[in-house]
């Protein structure tokens, strides 16, 4: 899926053997920009050159290649428009850098010295600032404060070292609202130096945002404080957001960097896990707690840690249940227990055609329905499961534990087959009526229970 044409490797040879050309005319020779077009799940990048580390895997993303020039790193982003998928059906006119929103991942190992191209292809100027990331102040990426704007057409260079291992971010500080409100993001992680460190089987990371597209549009409104219709990990929603595929035993890391609005509590499913990093860097063990949900502030990442003993597809999501569906409006009126269904004739006359009676029972039956929508939107719930609609959108994955999976084998397992005997299953007839606080001295029948005999009133719905 990367258009991965070839790094200038010629000039790249010749400069390494040039020690004592200067930085600037090292920088001099661009490395070509890697582009990806797709929103699939690409294989980790390998580490290479004798540094060994467990690569991240990007959801739905990649990891940005790089070549060496001297002893520098170098990459090269490129700022631009992108088409982003955000899920089947659904496309956004976004901006981001090298093909797609968020930006290819960087990673790097702790006391490399990186040098990073930067050039500008929107229509405004822009500047990436490195979240987190321990830089020279001239560095940092701010504009007007720390370097002036990169025009359009421009190219800037960046270069520093890496003082500390953990998981950061990039984002623009110039335009700062329009630009991040247009999907301009993307992770930075560094590897310890010593591979002992810090070391899991499987390690995972992604950004949280989130868009404002009116359904039948492209492009997100940039000037939405908290009103935001889908609710993104990597600017995509369920049911687009790849599994996280794992092996039995395995230790497992994940990392997520928060750059939308609001903060997003993030829950898993079936283990209890500690919080190992943020983006000031590794959490000593005496100061690790477990948890089932960490809250992932504005501005900030979480890096957790858990060991997956328990097979299972277990959900993985925000807990703000509107953050788990697809646009929706939020005008929608509370219709529970109104009987709507004699009226159907009487409004469709008024309102459309297509109007439907819904939500005298709760909002259920919009996880299985075929309603017609405007081109180029989602279901508010959606996604199927071996069981049934999930009833989902937004914020929601899976974490899918496996036993004897491969080392490096990320592809979907598909759904999980449960034991026999251990789903939860419907029995017949229902339970008894529970005793009221009112039946206090006589807990065994209410009169009027023992006048519907035996198995109470609900047996009568069967
Ligand atoms: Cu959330």
């Known amino acids: 899926m990367l258009s991965r044409r070839r790094f200038i490797g010629s000039s790249a040879a010749v400069?390494?053997?040039a020690a004592?050309?200067?930085?600037?005319?090292?920088?001099?020779?661009i490395p070509e920009a890697v582009t990806a077009t797709a929103a699939t799940t690409q294989p980790p990048l390998p580490p290479a050159g004798g540094q060994d580390y467990q690569p991240v895997v990007t959801l739905n993303g990649w990891t940005l290649p790089w070549r060496m020039n001297g002893d520098w790193k170098e990459f090269h982003l490129v700022a631009e428009p992108v088409v982003r998928e955000i899920a089947p059906g659904m496309k956004a006119h976004l901006w981001g850098y090298n093909g797609q929103s968020p930006g290819p991942t960087i990673e790097a190992v702790e006391g490399d010295k990186v040098r990073i191209f930067v050039t500008n292809k929107l229509p405004e100027h822009t500047t990436i600032h490195w979240h987190g990331m321990l830089v020279p102040n001239g560095m940092d990426g701010v504009g007007g404060l720390t370097?002036?704007?990169?025009?359009?057409?421009?190219?800037?260079?960046?270069?520093?070292?890496?003082?500390?291992?953990?998981?950061?971010?990039?984002h623009p500080h110039s335009d700062e609202?329009?630009?991040?409100?247009?999907?301009?993001?993307?992770?930075?992680?560094?590897?310890?130096?010593?591979?002992?460190?810090?070391r899991v089987d499987r390690d995972f990371a992604f950004l949280i945002g989130a868009f404002d597209i009116d359904p039948g549009s492209y492009m997100p409104r940039v000037n939405t404080m908290t009103d935001f219709n889908l609710w993104t990990w990597n600017s995509r929603v369920f049911p687009g957001i790849d599994p996280l595929v794992v092996a039995k035993g395995d230790r497992v890391r994940i990392r997520m960097g928060n750059l939308s609005m609001t903060a997003h509590p993030i829950h898993l499913h079936g283990y209890d896990f500690v919080v190992t990093g943020t983006d000031g860097g590794w959490v000593p063990p005496s100061a690790r707690w477990p948890e089932v949900t960490v809250d992932v502030p504005v501005g900030a990442m979480r890096a957790i840690e858990f060991v997956a003993d328990v097979p299972g597809d277990w959900a993985f999501h925000c807990h703000k249940s509107h953050h788990t569906m697809n646009a929706m409006g939020h005008a929608v009126k509370n219709f529970i227990g109104v009987q709507k269904r004699d009226l159907v004739r009487p409004l469709r006359a008024l309102i459309s055609p297509d109007y439907m009676a819904m939500g005298s029972a709760g909002m259920a039956e919009m996880g299985a329905m075929?309603?017609?929508?405007?081109d180029n939107t989602l279901p508010m719930m959606t996604g199927y499961g071996p069981f049934g609609p999930l009833e989902m959108g937004g914020m929601f994955t899976v974490v899918k534990v496996r036993e004897g999976l491969a080392p490096g084998d990320y592809k979907d397992p598909g759904w999980y087959q449960h034991p026999a005997g251990t789903v939860a299953y419907e029995i017949e007839p229902p339970a008894a009526e529970a005793p009221r606080a009112s039946d206090r001295g006589a807990p065994t029948a209410s009169p009027k229970a023992a006048q519907r005999g035996p198995r109470g009133h609900n047996?009568?719905?069967h």
Not at 20 to 29: F, T, Y
Not at 178 to 191: C, E, K, N, R, S
Not at 370 to 374: A, D, H, I, L, T
């Open 20 to 29: 004592m050309v200067s930085g600037r005319a090292q920088a001099a020779a």
């Open 370 to 374: 075929e309603m017609p929508m405007p």
């Open 15 to 17: 400069l390494a053997g």
């Open 459 to 461: 047996h009568q719905r």
């Open 147 to 170: 370097q002036p704007h990169i025009k359009p057409g421009k190219t800037f260079v960046y270069e520093f070292v890496l003082r500390k291992s953990g998981t950061f971010m990039y």
């Open 177 to 198: 609202m329009v630009q991040m409100a247009m999907g301009m993001m993307g992770l930075f992680i560094v590897h310890p130096r010593d591979p002992s460190l810090h």
